[in-house]
């Protein structure tokens, strides 16, 4: 992501913290508070403690293998897997927390959602401290409010699939925006279609953009297991949110939402003020 000034009158309050497996930043461009962020990221440690599939001892693993029961879950957790559910539905079974096994051995894995709807509870606490204008960076996901600067959107680079040095589009985005990306450059070919149970080989990557990143992460895994026809199946049931893809001969594909998102265009303003 590229910086640009903070508002007059106010420093950038950054923190980085290495929490579920990733580098998370946050940057304030008002009211940072210590103690905002300090819960910010005590709730990011809470979510890897609770829903964790690389240990044996958090409750979803212990749920995954066997050892608890769904009686014994905390509500955290039951809500969290009535929205898999949903999103099972929604995606037409393609996006599954059960298609293939988790790294503790277990067939339950809610990580496709998990990342994404924690991030978006830290930026709820800090607006409850008083923040208005920030980005927090998960793994290259994002959650956004407000501006960069004093009339400034943020403008997000979209990591190029075969070239980590290059950007594949860059967009401008304020207000209450989510951004995430799904590829194979990270972690190899990770994302199954559980039509075929092989991994899905037609798409390098795929970024949406909305208001919500739970939402947000979650559409992107389910596009990349479709493929290219992902982006009608978005463009149809969710046309509030906008895609980019790029296939694995290099290629790419938007809807026009995120066209108009493009750096340069006109300003992308989402969600709720």
């Not at 992501?1 to 923190?15: I, K, S, Y």
Request: hydrophobic share 35%; proline share 5%; charged share 20%.
């Amino acid at each position: 992501m590229e910086r640009t000034a903070p508002p007059v009158g106010h420093l950038p309050n950054h923190h980085v913290e290495h929490v579920m497996g990733m580098a998370v930043s946050l940057d304030v461009r008002d009211h940072g508070s210590t103690a905002a962020i300090d819960e910010a990221v005590s709730w990011l440690h809470h979510v890897d403690a609770t829903f964790s599939t690389h240990r044996l001892d958090t409750p979803v693993s212990r749920l995954g293998l066997g050892e608890l029961t769904l009686d014994e879950m905390p509500d955290e957790v039951l809500g969290v897997l009535r929205r898999c559910e949903e999103l099972h539905d929604d995606t037409g079974g393609v996006f599954d927390v059960l298609a293939v096994p988790a790294p503790n051995g277990s067939h339950l894995d809610p990580s496709g959602l998990v990342k994404g709807w924690s991030l978006e509870r830290a930026a709820e606490i800090l607006e409850r401290h008083g923040a208005h204008h920030f980005c927090i960076n998960g793994g290259g996901d994002l959650v956004v409010r407000g501006e960069a600067s004093a009339g400034e959107p943020w403008r997000v680079g979209i990591r190029h699939p075969d070239d980590p040095s290059q950007t594949a589009a860059v967009i401008e985005v304020s207000g209450h925006a989510a951004v995430a990306t799904s590829g194979s450059y990270e972690r190899g070919a990770h994302i199954i279609d559980p039509t075929t149970g092989e991994p899905t080989t037609d798409l390098a990557s795929v970024t949406i953009v909305g208001t919500d990143l739970g939402d947000v992460d979650a559409y992107a895994t389910a596009v990349y297991a479709m493929g290219v026809d992902g982006l009608t199946w978005l463009t149809i049931r969710h046309p509030d949110h906008h895609g980019f893809v790029v296939t694995r001969d290099g290629r790419t594909f938007e809807t026009p939402g995120f066209a108009q998102l493009r750096a340069g265009g006109r300003r992308g303003v989402l969600g709720r003020d």
